[in-house]
């Protein structure tokens, strides 16, 4: 194994400066080498003084989303009520639905932030979301299936940002990666009112209890679905790859990913449950969701 010899790491003036040169010299290239690493720590001084350096700016723009978040407790009747602060978790791979701060997209339909499923189990402020009414109830009071709601991150973002969708053949938003429906994080001007498209409503997990279920309070303790009221796309969380400031976290759109006709024909067979073509083909774990609550 060779090695670099130590000629090809210093001039020869440098190799001989300590013989003739002092601390009082100003020429040589010892001499400009202190004077470079003085100007390197007075720009490195001035750069932390100014909050201007690389990691000063990582950790203004990462430290807020990483904030410890407190999470609601776990309802004593399972039922999932308006003002409820958890974290929506994806049956797919486990993602938590989150948001992230620094990858503004570019669109004409305002201020867009890319939402992702991250890996991470902690509460934080990316991760809490807030349950809210689009229709005038009142914190406290029961979500019912098919009533319209809003899914609004954590105020301590700095922003008041809600879940939002457009279809693709809209006005173009994100990097399309995935090629679905696109969704992100709206931010609304306090005292505005919502835009629809931000609104969703939740469906039960089996197809034929959705007639039956609606009307009724959502169960928190069971798998779930978000749909957008608009596009009446399902909220998915799928394994493709989505690069953010926390690295690479699973990708996140409004799209029904739904078994095979055969597939969800001999299923329904095994169940027991009608086959016939009116009733809709179920929907896979892309789209399916759990709430996490306070855990003691």
């Known amino acids: 194994m060779s090695s670099t010899p130590v000629g090809y790491l210093y001039t020869p003036q440098q190799l001989a400066g300590s013989l003739s040169y002092g ?7 010892w001499r400009e080498d202190d004077e470079v690493a003085k100007m390197r720590m007075m720009n490195y001084i001035q750069k932390k003084e100014s909050m201007d350096l ?35 978790k994806s ?6 639905l ?28 990316r991760n809490a979301i807030e349950i809210v009414s689009l229709e005038g109830v009142p914190d406290g009071q029961p979500v019912c299936y098919g009533m319209k709601i809003a899914l609004k991150f954590s105020s301590a973002l700095g922003v008041q940002g809600y879940l939002g969708s457009a279809r693709a053949a809209g006005v173009p ?11 992100y994080m709206r931010v ?14 939740i469906l039960p997990q089996h197809v034929d209890d959705r007639i039956a279920t609606n009307g009724t309070p959502v169960d928190a303790t069971v798998p779930l679905l978000f749909s957008h009221c608009f596009t009446n796309r399902r909220l998915s969380c799928v394994n493709i790859g989505m690069p953010t400031d926390f690295g690479m976290e699973c990708g996140v759109c409004a799209h029904t990913y739904v078994e095979t006709r055969k597939v969800n024909k ?3 067979e095994t169940l027991g449950r009608p086959t016939n073509g009116l009733i809709s083909k179920t929907e ?8 996490v609550f306070h855990e003691y």
């Open 23 to 29: 601390s009082g010299v100003r020429l040589g290239n």
């Open 54 to 88: 690389v990691l000063l700016k990582k950790q203004a723009v990462l430290g807020p989303q990483l904030a410890p978040a407190i999470l609601s407790a776990p309802p004593a009747d399972s039922m999932l009520k308006f003002g409820d602060k958890v974290m929506i």
């Open 91 to 96: 049956e797919m791979n486990n993602g938590c």
């Open 98 to 125: 989150s948001v992230s701060m620094g990858q503004k997209l570019i669109s004409d339909l305002g201020e867009l932030y890319t939402v992702t499923g991250s890996a991470s189990t902690e509460p934080r402020t």
């Open 173 to 183: 938003t994100a990097t399309q990666l995935i090629g679905k429906q696109e969704c």
């Open 188 to 201: 609304v001007e306090p005292g505005a009112q919502v835009p629809y498209e931000c609104a969703w409503t």
């Open 266 to 268: 001999l299923m329904r």
């Open 284 to 291: 896979t774990t892309e789209c399916l969701w759990t709430l």
